[in-house]
């Protein structure tokens, strides 16, 4: 994301009220774009096309929507880890020649993961309708398909054009699904419809990544290979990510499986009473991490540019240890004012769930679960800021079994309350977060005051400390 942040500080230090403002808007584009476009299409094609198609219609395909970006997510997410650092060091030599071949590399490796964990999951494991394949199968494509370029598109200094994309790709893919509902072709035909809008963002964004490093593309086999060895060198890199993608999905995956599972018409599972209040819960990280990001790619950049520049430059160790000082203070600043933020949309959200409950239909019974979540999410927003902090500095091992542990106690924590009452059916996430939340806090520490260490010594010796 470095030619983003260039724009994200750019923009940020313009000299009227609205740039703070405006930076903020476009980092949320940047950190959750896909799950905000999805979240926009959901909402407008139910409220359009509701009334004409009925209940039984939206719900198969919003819960086909969730079953294609769920396992698109998983099924990428490796990859996707492993060809941005590899794009990371080819950026860093200034290998541009390679950009284009690893970008290739990336959109193939992903297709076939994709094409692989969805066949499986809509052809084998679940016994649905044909047209419901289909439409899974493609939509699983494309959305795969958009994590490689929202992942690549951070080396494009235009960022505007990444907000453009996402806001042409709603509206493309909305009014598709709605035309679909319209002439009643059915749910399989109005997800194709939201991936023809995602297809138009992937392309977009593809055309300009690719515009901005022109080296045409000769060899695919030496960006294979750079990945292949970057994966043998880091395994622990794509073991993180897969659990970071499964631990996203893990307890709605365990919940659908319980006693509160429903199975719709078409054949697809779901379970309505705990998915609807757990979604409107984790709404509110979205501006926290809107926030991070701003914060990341400004001020903690600045900190971690002159820090390096410090070393370049040959300064004297006090002058050095000065930079590890500034970025630890920076990092803990950053941390704890989002946090503060986090906190108070937490509680806002805690004692507002009444009106919540109304605003977005739910019943009222779900209060609990809506409550919990909330909880939940505010450690989950600590336990991804204090992860990412650690695998930005190269600690690897640790980022991995961060990420694994709260994998696996999440499905056992989930499991142990998949049956019991709807009160309490958010525990398993609720107590997960807050126990691996406050855990991850301690390697974080770590990880920032062994910056000079991991620097000088090299990530091969420190990566598991």
């Known amino acids: 994301m470095a030619g983003i942040g260039f724009e994200l500080r750019q923009l940020s230090r313009r000299d009227h009220l609205l740039a703070p403002m405006a930076a903020v808007a476009h980092a949320a584009v940047i950190a959750v774009g896909p799950w905000l476009n999805t979240i926009m299409a959901i909402y407008v094609i139910s409220e359009v096309a509701g009334p004409v198609v009925g209940p039984e219609v939206v719900a198969t395909f919003r819960i086909l929507l969730i079953y294609v970006f769920s396992f698109s997510l998983v ?45 499986f999951v809509f052809l084998v494991l679940l016994d649905v ?21 929202l992942a690549a598109c951070g080396a494009v200094r235009d960022y505007l054009h990444i907000s453009l994309a996402f806001a042409t790709g709603l509206a493309c893919g909305a009014g598709l699904a709605i035309l679909a509902a319209l002439f009643h072709l059915g749910p399989a035909a109005m997800v194709a419809g939201v991936a023809c809008g995602f297809l138009v963002i992937v392309l977009w964004l593809s055309v300009r990544f690719l515009a901005t490093f022109p080296e045409p593309c000769t060899d695919l086999r030496g960006a294979g290979a750079a990945m292949v060895a970057r994966l043998r060198t880091s395994p622990a890199l794509a073991v993180g990510a897969l659990a970071s993608a499964l631990g ?21 599972v779901h379970a309505p009473l705990y998915d609807s209040p757990m979604f409107v819960a984790s709404l509110t990280i979205i501006p926290a991490l809107a926030l991070f990001v701003t914060s990341l790619e400004t001020g903690f ?42 906190f108070a949309l937490c509680i806002v959200a805690i004692l507002t769930a009444p009106a919540l409950v109304q605003t977005f ?7 609990d679960i809506l409550r919990m979540g909330s909880t939940g999410a505010l450690f989950h927003f600590l336990f991804i800021v204090c992860s990412t902090i650690v695998a930005f500095f190269d600690a690897i091992l640790i980022y991995a079994a961060l990420h694994v542990a709260f994998t696996l106690c999440l499905i056992v924590s989930t499991s142990l309350v998949a049956s019991s009452q709807l009160d309490t059916l958010a525990l398993g996430y609720m107590s997960t977060c807050i126990l691996l939340g406050l855990v991850s806090v301690v390697p974080f520490l770590h990880v920032l005051r062994t910056v000079n260490v991991r620097v000088f010594v090299g990530s091969a010796v420190t990566a598991g400390r």
């Not at 080819?90 to 994709?114: N, W």
């Not at 709605?252 to 199975?263: A, N």
């Not at 820090?307 to 941390?335: C, K, M, N, P, W």
């Open 248 to 268: 996203t999905w893990a307890d709605k995956w365990v919940i659908w499986h319980g006693s509160f599972g429903e199975r719709v018409g078409a054949g697809l």
């Open 361 to 367: 239909e739910l019943q009222f019974q779900q209060i």
């Open 301 to 342: 950049f600045e900190g971690y540019h002159a820090y390096f520049r410090a070393i370049e430059q040959h300064s004297t160790l006090r002058q050095i240890q000065g930079h590890v000082a500034a970025i630890e203070a920076e990092t803990r600043r950053i941390l704890a004012g989002i946090m503060t933020i986090q």
């Open 129 to 149: 309708d044909p047209a419901v394949s289909a439409a899974g199968l493609a939509g699983a494509q494309v959305v795969g398909a958009l994590w490689v370029a």
């Open 75 to 119: 099924a990428t997410a490796p990859v996707v880890m492993i060809g941005t650092r590899v794009l990371a060091d080819a950026l860093h030599c200034r290998s541009y020649g390679q950009i284009r071949a690893l970008y290739c590399v990336m959109l193939i490796a992903c297709t076939a993961a994709t094409l692989a964990v969805s066949g």
